[in-house]
């Protein structure tokens, strides 16, 4: 268990490392081609690639350490505000991470991994949405439920939505629309849900 101090100390170091990371480093979280351009040696690939994977740890270790101190009889009175607080700075960062993702699929096109890494991220989105709403009201069984419930809905909705047909619609009309290259052997390897999208 954690004392008042304990859960202060813990929590305020992980708080003030959060905000000085934001603080320091929005203009680079949000800065997308503009600051590819200003950085020697920076890639879209890598700045989108890297830092949209990197910031999506970073949410769901938050996450995890948020649920598994809540489990603990920390002071609430500590707890509630400073996760509170922890929960709006990774939402920073995974709107910083899709807006990566959103440059890199207009530059590079839309794939299976790529979507799956875009419904990832709203699942721990909506994962942290549930952890305010349970866990800093003390109903700890609801944000289990909560979050499998939603894991399995999650998972429902993306076999339901047809990614593969989705991928091979998005990438044609991106083609239609902006006249960049089509990458057809890639389409043609998404198997029969995109065939008729193809057609």
Same mark, same amino acid.
């Given at each position: 268990?954690?004392? !008042?101090?304990?859960?202060? !100390?813990?929590?305020?170091?992980?708080?003030?490392?959060? /905000?000085?990371?934001?603080?320091?480093?929005?203009?680079?979280?949000?800065?997308?081609?503009?600051?590819?351009?200003?950085? $020697?040696?920076? !890639? =879209?690939?890598?700045?989108?690639?890297?830092?949209?994977?990197?910031?999506?740890? /970073?949410?769901?270790?938050?996450? !995890?350490?948020?649920? $598994?101190? @809540? %489990?603990?009889?920390?002071?609430?009175?500590?707890?509630? +505000?400073?996760?509170?607080?922890? /929960?709006?700075?990774?939402?920073?960062?995974?709107?910083? @991470?899709? %807006?990566?993702?959103?440059?890199?699929?207009?530059?590079?096109?839309?794939? =299976?991994?790529?979507?799956? @890494?875009? &419904? *990832?991220?709203? &699942?721990? *989105?909506?994962?942290?949405? /549930?952890?305010?709403?349970?866990?800093?009201?003390?109903?700890?069984?609801?944000?289990?439920?909560?979050?499998?419930?939603? $894991?399995? $809905?999650?998972?429902?909705?993306?076999?339901?939505?047809? +990614? *593969? *047909?989705?991928?091979?619609?998005?990438?044609?009309?991106?083609?239609?629309?902006?006249?960049?290259?089509?990458?057809?052997?890639?389409?043609?390897?998404?198997?029969?849900?995109?065939? +008729?999208?193809?057609?």
């Amino acid at each position: 268990d954690l004392g !008042t101090e304990d859960t202060a !100390t813990v929590l305020g170091l992980i708080l003030l490392l959060f /905000i000085a990371f934001v603080s320091l480093q929005v203009g680079y979280l949000f800065g997308g081609r503009t600051t590819i351009e200003a950085t $020697a040696g920076l !890639t =879209l690939a890598d700045y989108a690639r890297r830092g949209f994977f990197e910031l999506l740890a /970073i949410a769901g270790l938050t996450l !995890t350490l948020l649920t $598994a101190i @809540a %489990q603990t009889n920390c002071n609430r009175r500590v707890f509630r +505000p400073m996760a509170g607080m922890m /929960i709006a700075c990774v939402m920073i960062m995974l709107l910083s @991470a899709g %807006q990566r993702m959103l440059l890199y699929v207009d530059e590079f096109g839309l794939s =299976l991994d790529r979507l799956t @890494a875009v &419904w *990832a991220m709203a &699942w721990i *989105a909506l994962g942290l949405l /549930i952890f305010t709403y349970t866990l800093l009201r003390d109903r700890n069984r609801d944000f289990a439920a909560g979050l499998t419930l939603s $894991a399995v $809905a999650f998972a429902f909705l993306f076999a339901l939505s047809n +990614p *593969a *047909a989705m991928v091979a619609r998005i990438n044609i009309d991106r083609t239609l629309t902006t006249g960049a290259e089509l990458d057809v052997m890639y389409l043609l390897t998404l198997g029969s849900d995109a065939v +008729p999208t193809l057609l």
